[in-house]
T-cell receptor, first 118, second 111 residues
Framework: GAVVSQHPSRVICKSGTSVKIECRSL??????MFWYRQFPKQSLMLMAT?????????EQGVEKDKFLINHASLTLSTLTVTSAHPEDSSFYIC??????????????FGPGTRLTVL | LAKTTQPISMDSYEGQEVNITCSHN???????ITWYQQFPSQGPRFIIQ???TKVTNEVASLFIPADRKSSTLSLPRVSLSDTAVYYC????????????FGQGTELSVKP
């Protein structure tokens, strides 16, 4: 299947700093990428939908000024957690949608990024 | 988006067949059913997808009755490495692409 990578896999930062997480589709072009957050022992929560060349669409309750999403190319989307606080500590996962003509738009997930804010 | 209900947890032993059932009473005509597997600290992995009747691949089978209000993921002869959380998702085929995850089923396979 198609491969999606995330970088970094793990990051520890001080409270008040900003952290950027990259999501790349390695062997296919993804017009749409999705960002999820997952707290321990909980399910994945969709944060936003990222479309190449346009503004991201955020889910209800997700602060767009705090979680900045940029989808500058067909293979790269970035999530920047601005002024991070301990409550932002979580596992962030991206997915990229593979779109083939006449077929199902399957999503492929990245390995996730563990963010710890001290 | 159709809401799904799954058991929170299940236990099994190596070599057994495991069946996880998901309820999706308000599934729409254009909805498909997809199952994902997630190991701790990893992203979800696609297992199987179906619309009706039965679908089988190299790792699992998916049974969907005629009314499509539920579906059952069947894992034949599980091993310890199948210990994971399994998510059932219902979503539009070839549209939007937004996936909403439910609580999932935590499967524990014991020796």
């Amino acid at each position: 299947g198609a491969v999606v990578s995330q970088h970094p896999s793990r990051v520890i930062c001080k409270s008040g700093t900003s952290v950027k997480i990259e999501c790349r589709s390695l062997d296919f072009q993804a017009t749409t990428m999705f960002w999820y957050r997952q707290f321990p022992k909980q399910s994945l929560m969709l944060m936003a939908t990222s479309n190449e060349g346009s503004k991201a669409t955020y889910e209800q309750g997700v602060e767009k000024d705090k979680f900045l999403i940029n989808h500058a190319s067909l293979t790269l989307s970035t999530l920047t957690v601005t002024s991070a606080h301990p409550e932002d500590s979580s596992f962030y996962i991206c997915s990229a949608r593979l779109r083939l003509a006449g077929s199902y738009n399957e999503q492929f997930f990245g390995p996730g990024t563990r963010l710890t804010v001290l | 988006l159709a809401k799904t209900t799954q058991p929170i947890s299940m236990d099994s032993y190596e070599g057994q067949e495991v069946n996880i059932t998901c309820s999706h009473n308000n599934i729409a005509t254009n909805d498909y059913i997809t199952w994902y597997q997630q190991f701790p600290s990893q992203g979800p992995r696609f297992i199987i997808q179906g619309y009706k009747t039965k679908v089988t691949n190299e790792v699992a089978s998916l049974f969907i009755p005629a009314d499509r209000k539920s579906s059952t993921l069947s894992l034949p002869r599980v091993s310890l490495s199948d210990t994971a959380v399994y998510y059932c998702l219902v979503h539009f085929y070839n549209q939007g692409g937004k996936l909403i995850f439910g609580q999932g089923t935590e499967l524990s396979v014991k020796p």
